[in-house]
């Protein structure tokens, strides 16, 4: 077939061939008999608190939803969730393990993950590498507060502010009857195991802060995951 002086045109679509509709057209509703389907509905959005549910099934029913007062701009948490205390896996049989929060902590629900994964993952296998010993407790302070960094006056708000931060003060390792306590700014002999907590947490947070890094941690372990600069991590 010939159009314009020159042009050879593609020959004529057979009969049979299905018909194609622009992908920007919009949908037609079938005719019955027409053998044509119907256009697939798009795929239902994330029911609200998949990340607690998550955490839940992961890490057992001492985790749940809380709701916070109305704050001033900026201190919005998204997804709060109180933690009192975590079951974590032990070894690969798949025994389960409490590990205490004290006192309970509110955080955003992924914070929450990150902090639960580094607990699981690190602290734990540390606790029973150094001492043999399953980690019992973190005492930790923080989690969501209302305030400017280092709470000062003035100044950008902290990453506490949104529930994305944790500061962790001391680890308890072993049964109440002979429970070693190890505060983060008294290593009295247990360097080793502090120093790799650290390392740890350089690893499983964008930002890590124990003491030697400035006069305002000079007794905790601050980590969170707030991103400063696009692939950034700040550890000391």
């Not at 704050?71 to 079951?87: D, F, M, N, R, T």
């Not at 802060?209 to 000391?236: E, K, M, N, W, Y």
Request: contains cysteine.
């Amino acid at each position: 077939m010939q159009g314009a002086v020159g042009e050879t045109l593609p020959p004529p679509r057979p009969a049979e061939w299905p018909r194609i509709v622009s992908p920007d057209a919009a949908p037609q509703n079938p005719l019955p008999g027409s053998g044509q389907s119907e256009v697939p509905a798009p795929p239902a959005p994330a029911p609200v608190g998949t990340c607690l549910t998550m955490l839940n099934e992961r890490y057992g029913a001492d985790l749940r939803a809380v709701t916070l007062p109305a704050v001033k701009a900026g201190c919005s948490v998204a997804e709060p969730v109180e933690i009192s205390a975590l079951s974590i896996r032990v070894g690969t049989q798949g025994a389960r393990h409490r590990v205490d929060l004290q006192p309970p902590v509110t955080l955003a629900c992924d914070m929450a993950t990150a902090v639960a994964a580094w607990i699981e993952t690190s602290l734990q296998p540390l606790a029973r590498g150094h001492y043999g010993r399953d980690l019992s407790a973190l005492r930790v302070g923080g989690g969501h507060e209302c305030r400017r960094r280092n709470r000062r006056a003035e100044g950008p708000l902290s990453e506490h502010a949104t529930g994305r931060a944790l500061d962790v003060f001391a680890l308890a390792i072993g049964p109440s009857s002979e429970r070693l306590l190890l505060e983060m700014g008294k290593p009295a002999g247990h360097e080793a195991f502090l120093t790799a907590l650290r390392h740890s947490a350089c690893g499983a947070f964008l930002t890590a802060l124990g003491p030697g890094s400035d006069a305002t941690h000079v007794d905790h372990l601050h980590i969170d995951i707030q991103a400063r600069r696009p692939s950034s991590r700040f550890c000391q």
